[in-house]
């Protein structure tokens, strides 16, 4: 099945009865069970996918660990797994990411997130009956959109590259990587539907920060949360930008590192 990186309650709704979709909810258990969640959803909490200790790079949980969580909660290399908290979808964004990265195709990030999804359709206060499956990740994918420090170097020299801060202002203005630009995920969101804003809107916010809309101009986001990048890489993507990658690391990290490059401020 071929899913879009974002899909709107009404496209999650008109596939209830689909078995090769599932809805995966990453809120904290006690919100997943005693607030409701999506019907049918199943519940993989924000910590169970991020791992500071594992050899991948950044939060990633490892390959090994990442198939195993997934097939837990019976879901399969050949199904659709639709991602959503209550949090604009900044922390579900982070599960889109990290099953790219692990090479999962069909992934989506539920535009909105669950306040959005009860206005309109019913909730459930029932988990749903999970048969595990096996799922065996090897690696990283080939193409997963992660890059390591190498690649921001050659970025900063090249200036071929768009770097994006997608860390606060305060945050920015203390120090940031030379010729970044900051652009918060929160401005990319629409407060009342709760979802991503439109194209155009977001398109104009780029403009006005003197970030290129080419589609094809490479682009690498940072920030030492992961969760935050990973919702701007989603927004990017699913309006076009084909070569957008992150990168996970702070400041502090940076200057440490041997042979560091100067940071601006």
Known sequence: MSVPLRVDASWVADRRDDDAVTVVDVRDRWEYEGLGHLPGAVHIPFDEYRDAESSDPGTLPGADAFGRLLGEAGIGPDDTIVAYDDTHGVFAARLVLTALAYGHEHVALLDGDFSAWRRAYETSDEPPTVESVDYEIDSLAPDAPIVGREAVEDAIAGGETTLIDTRNQDEYDEQHLPGAIRLDWMELVDEETRGVK??????????????????????????????????????????????VAVYEGSMTEWRQADGVTETAE
């Open 198 to 243: 439109d194209a155009a809107a977001i398109e104009t916010l780029l403009a006005d920060r003197g970030i290129s809309t080419d589609r094809d101009q490479p682009i690498i986001l940072y920030c030492n949360t992961s969760r935050r990048l990973s919702h701007t890489f989603v927004v990017l993507r699913s309006l076009g930008f084909a070569d």
